[in-house]
């Protein structure tokens, strides 16, 4: 019996496959900031809400997921630090913790944690276990991000929901699907070579 997955030992994620160094740990984390700030300048302003769409949740999920927990974490802290610290690489251009969509930064480095969590457990090498994944990633930042966005503007929940959620559904949706085909294809590449 034959199967199509890699044959790679489990709790391993891509970034695994790069020869091990701390100078490896350093330049995955700090590429996985910098693919993070420059997806977030693919940006659209969305009308009657003030969260852009942007690419980088889409970013941010894969950079989790092809780091695993620790290395995503701290990608995204770094992105989120930098950011904080003047650093204009969040969503058009902007910098600082005060504006309303700040919370969807913070949704952004829990969800790497735990996509990279996930993937460390084979979550990333099938269409449907990525799906799950990516799914999963996208309701932990609206988790954080909605709730944020309705205390730093003043909106009710629902209106939170209405300008922060909704308008964001389907380009989640192509997002998901970029994943679940681009990483189990990786795995697949990684495979052939093995």
Known sequence: MSTAAAPVRSGVVLADLVPASRV?????????????????????????????????????????????ARRGFLALALYAVAGMAGTPWFAEGASGWSMPS????????????VVGALARRGADRT?????????????????????????????????????GLVPFLIGDALKAALAMGALPAA???????G
Request: proline share 6%; charged share 5%; net charge positive.
């Open 187 to 193: 795995w697949k590449l990684v495979g052939r070579r």
């Open 127 to 163: 269409v449907l276990r990525t799906a799950g994944s990516m799914v999963l990633g996208s309701v932990i930042i609206y988790a954080v991000g909605v709730p944020y966005l309705a205390l730093a503007t003043g909106m009710s929940l629902p209106a939170a929901v209405s300008a």
């Open 102 to 113: 700040f919370g969807y930064i913070l949704g952004m480095l829990l969800a790497a944690t």
């Open 24 to 68: 490896r740990d350093i330049a995955l984390v700090a590429g996985g900031a910098v693919l993070t700030g420059l997806a977030a300048q693919i940006s659209v302003p969305v009308p009657g809400s003030p969260v852009p769409v942007s690419g980088q949740t889409f970013a941010a999920l894969l950079v989790g997921t092809a780091l695993g």
